[in-house]
């Protein structure tokens, strides 16, 4: 090469236009040197380092892949849940406005029931006015004895006093009552009815053979109510069972009652309640 270049430098060719590049044999040799020194060092200093670096970029790579996954899978199940929020949300506002519809048609309703019960209230109480005021008349309960329709009246007049008389909570029966309601006017009207057929003759030998349950439920109530709660009922009730004890098969059977010495008792307690009340044979109202 340097018999071709004079001994001086080696020219390299790389086509008709390219120039020549004179490089001096001891400095070619040197980077060969370098280069080849290069090739045996650089693997081993970089092929630990590199296969680690590859390894941690595949690992880099597959973990990204499964966050990737795994957002979309999260992503679609907040879809789903968020459709699903949506859908009860819907039927929770439904239901909602549902309930106030039915709110609204239970308060109507309740205000319709107690207007029903107060109109029913009101008629009950002036029909049984009624009937106890005719019920003064003994030709009036002869008639009703005649007709046999009697019982019937007496079913229901024990059923609405029981009922009355038990819807007393303890609250109620240690205050004073309200005399004006139609309702306690109404069981007045029951109870003074009661008393003016047991008045008569016929219709107290009516009670002592034909209306036993009436009075047990006379003689159960009058136990039951507390001294000084709706006397006034409390002496209606106490006058249709003199009347009755009257006849001998009225005092025969109230005789027999075994709730007859707790009741004795019961009134005895009441000793404000005795005093005020004066039995009689009479009619009242």
Request: net charge neutral; with cysteine; charged share 25%.
């Amino acid at each position: 090469m340097s018999a071709a270049f004079g001994g001086k430098s080696l020219a390299l060719c790389h086509g008709a236009k390219d120039g020549f590049v004179r490089v001096r044999k001891r400095d070619l040799e040197k980077l060969t040197t370098e280069v080849m020194q290069l090739r045996e060092f650089l693997p081993r200093v970089l092929n630990g380092d590199l296969i680690e670096m590859l390894r941690k970029s595949r690992a880099a790579q597959t973990l990204k892949e499964q966050l990737a996954q795994e957002q979309e899978q999260l992503r679609q199940e907040r879809l789903h849940l968020q459709s699903r929020l949506d859908a009860v949300q819907t039927e929770c506002q439904k239901e909602r406005e549902e309930k106030l519809l039915l709110r609204e048609q239970l308060w109507q309703s309740g205000a319709e029931l107690q207007q029903q019960a107060d109109f029913c209230s009101g008629l009950g109480s002036a029909a049984c006015s009624l009937l106890w005021s005719c019920s003064a008349r003994e030709d009036t309960v002869t008639t009703w004895l005649a007709d046999g329709k009697l019982q019937s009246f007496l079913a229901v007049a024990a059923q609405t006093l029981e009922s009355f008389v038990r819807s007393l909570d303890e609250e109620v029966k240690t205050q004073t009552e309200d005399h004006n309601s139609q309702e306690h006017q109404f069981v007045l009207a029951l109870a003074g009815t009661i008393t003016n057929i047991a008045a008569v003759t016929c219709g107290r030998d009516f009670l002592s053979s034909s209306a036993h349950i009436l009075l047990d439920t006379l003689m159960k109530l009058l136990e039951l109510m507390k001294p000084g709660v709706f006397p006034k009922l409390k002496v209606l009730m106490l006058m249709a069972l003199y009347n009755v004890s009257i006849s001998v098969k009225g005092v025969k059977y109230i005789s027999e009652n075994p709730g007859l010495l707790s009741l004795i008792w019961t009134l005895l307690d009441g000793k404000e309640t005795s005093r005020k009340t004066k039995l009689q044979v009479t009619h009242t109202h």
